[in-house]
């Protein structure tokens, strides 16, 4: 079983982007710090050895904003998969969060959006956890 | 005819996560397209590491404003990697120490006024140079 997660957003500037963004804060920081590690896209795709590690040890979630999968495929550009990818758009949908209620370039953590968002990223990381 | 001449920018925040720059730097870019609306374009980081082709284009047709947020630059090195040469780089700490604006104590998921103030200074200085690279574009057209 593995150790930590790595989450994996796409970082894009849409609203879906920073709902996602402020959702991984929470899991990463509230929910699970020490099974969690957070991956930063730029410094992958500039090499830095922390995020490069990140996705060679742990099995990555990438959350996505839109279906263009950018996280997803930073990750295979890097020459690794992501285990499990996630799209804010589809998961708004199933927990009938509004996006066009939210505003549109900082969303606070405490915002019931994020914290249903984080909630449920959080489950699916905790899935991953749990396999062999 | 001549064919009209659009004078824009395309400005490359780093966008990153990991640190407490990352969300001056995200912060900034909102808030430099506000300042300059139709001037900038808003690059992703995200999808211009995988060159997705519509930012891809924008980053190719225009000059480029790197905003780089913590050591390692991240966004200098996607445009070298791109093989662009920026029209002007700005990095936090600068504008940090130029501005005595220290940021203790602040947190990357959400800026107090304190924060709010580098933010600002950041994208006043991007804007002084992006009026700067706008300007040097149009006389060098005529």
């Known amino acids: 079983m593995a150790e930590k997660v790595c989450l994996q957003p796409c970082l894009g500037l849409r609203k879906e982007a920073v709902l996602a963004r402020q959702a991984l804060y ?31 040890l742990y ?29 804010i758009p589809e998961l708004v949908r199933e927990l009938g969060v509004s996006i066009e209620a939210l505003p549109e370039e900082h969303i606070d953590t405490d915002d019931p959006a994020v914290q249903a968002v984080a909630a449920r990223i959080a489950e699916h990381a905790r899935e991953l956890l749990s396999q062999p | 005819m001549a064919q009209e001449q659009e004078f824009k920018v395309a400005v490359l925040p780093c966008n990153g996560i990991g640190r407490l720059v990352s969300t001056v730097v995200r912060l900034a870019g909102y808030k430099i397209r506000a300042m300059r609306p139709d001037q900038v374009v808003l690059l992703s980081s995200g999808r211009l590491a995988v060159k997705e082709p519509e930012h891809l284009a924008a980053f190719e047709r225009y000059p480029v404003l790197v905003i780089d947020g913590c050591r390692p630059r991240c966004a200098s090195f996607m445009c070298d990697e791109l093989g662009k040469a920026p029209a002007a780089r700005l990095y936090v700490a600068d504008v940090a120490a130029q501005r005595r604006l220290p940021i203790a104590g602040e947190k990357r998921r959400g800026l107090t006024e304190k924060g709010r103030r580098l933010v600002d200074a950041l994208a006043e200085r991007a804007v002084e140079e992006i009026d700067r690279i706008i300007a040097d574009e149009m006389l060098s057209a005529l």
């Open chain 1, 26 to 56: 929470v899991v990463h920081e509230d929910m699970m710090p020490d099974q969690t590690v957070l991956g930063c896209g730029p410094a992958l795709n500039a090499n830095v050895q922390e995020d490069v590690d990140f996705i060679a």
């Open chain 1, 59 to 87: 099995p990555v979630l990438s959350v996505e904003a839109c279906e263009l999968d950018c996280a997803a495929k930073l990750i295979q550009k890097k020459g690794e998969r992501a285990a499990r990818t996630l799209r």
